[in-house]
């Protein structure tokens, strides 16, 4: 009897060191990356840990239903596995099977309360579903959790950037820039949210940071040429300006943002020569070709050209209502024909009636004017 026992002992040591061993070998190679081998490996030891590495592996290899499949497996034999239950969850976002990653997400929330990642998994779940005053009470929870939660700070910050809702968004960057100062996202925040507020100069020194930190994108050289045009540093502004050329001849915004540089500048022949390689570049947003350039012939007091270029405006964008009340006072500086003053007033008062009252006013005082000017010319 007693040899029977230790027999049985041995065969048990046995096949526990062997299934040791298997595991082992399948760890090493889902280690270096042989994963279709691993899966194998994987497939012969079994067992809840086995197969939460073969959902591991066929997720690393970008079969995601089968991962999806074998999560699930693990999580149904084991509903207290907080690890399965949360790369289940972040697999379901990355395929964007959202109201099964909430429903995941949501047991783990509960599960564990005071776990800042699963509450910032939950926000990211809701802001996808657009329920964006739910996804913002989780990132607001996150925080309560963890101060320095970088991700739900950005997401914050960016929510109320977005808003326009400056100090709200302040509050959330400066925050998160005093945990990390180089974090790149907040910083662009920053400068975003002083660039909304027209601060240009102290926009300037952020988006310089943000390309010194490696975030080269194109939008970061629109915004500083803006930023700098508004500065009255020209010679930066088309610094700017030529890299975004370079990155891309197409975009006529840049040529119109380079003519308004050299407008400022008062280097009006120049301004003429990128708004028409703008208009060439792209022809349906000729309006607004022509409204620069009526301006600029405008500023060169030939009021006959820029009359011409606001009617050929006004024929490509009939529904922006500046142009036609420039039309109006164009004609107005340089025509002799009161009847046709009085017309063009009285056309913009009918067909743009809820125009800014600045202008709606003016046009009125001078329809008044010019009805008198008519009547004593009469007599």
Request: net charge neutral; proline share 1%.
């Amino acid at each position: 009897m007693k040899l029977f026992f230790i027999s049985i002992l041995l065969l048990v040591l046995f096949k526990a060191e062997a299934q040791s061993s298997a595991l082992a070998v399948a760890d090493s190679l889902y280690v270096v990356g042989n994963y279709s081998k691993a899966i194998n490996a994987y497939s012969e030891v079994g067992g809840l840990s086995a197969a939460l590495q073969i959902a591991r592996s066929y997720n690393a290899v970008g079969n995601y239903e089968k991962a999806i499949t074998q999560y699930q497996y693990v999580v149904d034999e084991d509903v207290e596995n907080q690890l399965a239950q949360f790369e289940l969850g972040k697999l379901l976002l990355k395929v964007k099977r959202f109201e099964e990653a909430k429903s995941v997400f949501k047991n783990l929330s509960n599960l564990n309360t005071t776990n800042p990642e699963f509450q910032f998994y939950l926000g990211e779940v809701n802001r996808h579903l657009d329920i964006t005053d739910e996804s913002i009470k989780q990132y607001k929870k996150v925080i309560k959790l963890d101060s320095t939660h970088l991700r739900s700070l950005f997401q914050l910050a960016k929510h109320y950037t977005i808003k326009r809702e400056r100090d709200k968004a302040l509050k959330y960057i400066m925050q998160g820039l005093d945990y990390y100062e180089n974090d790149v996202s907040l910083i662009n925040l920053h400068a975003l949210v002083l660039f909304n507020d027209a601060q240009y100069e102290k926009a300037i020194p952020l988006f310089e940071r943000v390309l010194a930190l490696g975030e080269d994108k194109s939008y970061v050289f629109e915004k500083l040429g803006i930023s700098y045009n508004k500065n009255w540093e020209f010679k930066k502004a088309k610094e700017a300006y030529a890299i975004l050329l370079k990155r891309d001849d197409t975009n006529s915004q840049t040529y119109f943002d380079l003519a308004s540089v050299y407008q400022k500048e008062s280097k009006l022949d120049s301004a003429k020569i990128f708004i028409n390689k703008a208009m060439a570049v792209q022809k349906p947003i000729f309006a607004n070709g022509y409204n620069q350039l009526a301006y600029i012939a405008r500023e060169q007091k030939d009021f006959k050209t820029a009359f011409k270029f606001f009617e050929m405006a006004h024929q490509e964008d009939k529904s922006d209502a500046r142009i036609y009340y420039n039309i109006a006072t164009t004609y107005d500086q340089f025509g002799s024909n009161l009847q046709k003053k009085l017309g063009y007033y009285e056309n913009f008062l009918k067909h743009y009636p809820n125009e800014h009252p600045f202008y709606y006013e003016t046009a009125r005082k001078r329809i008044s004017e010019l009805k008198e000017e008519i009547h004593f010319a009469k007599e």
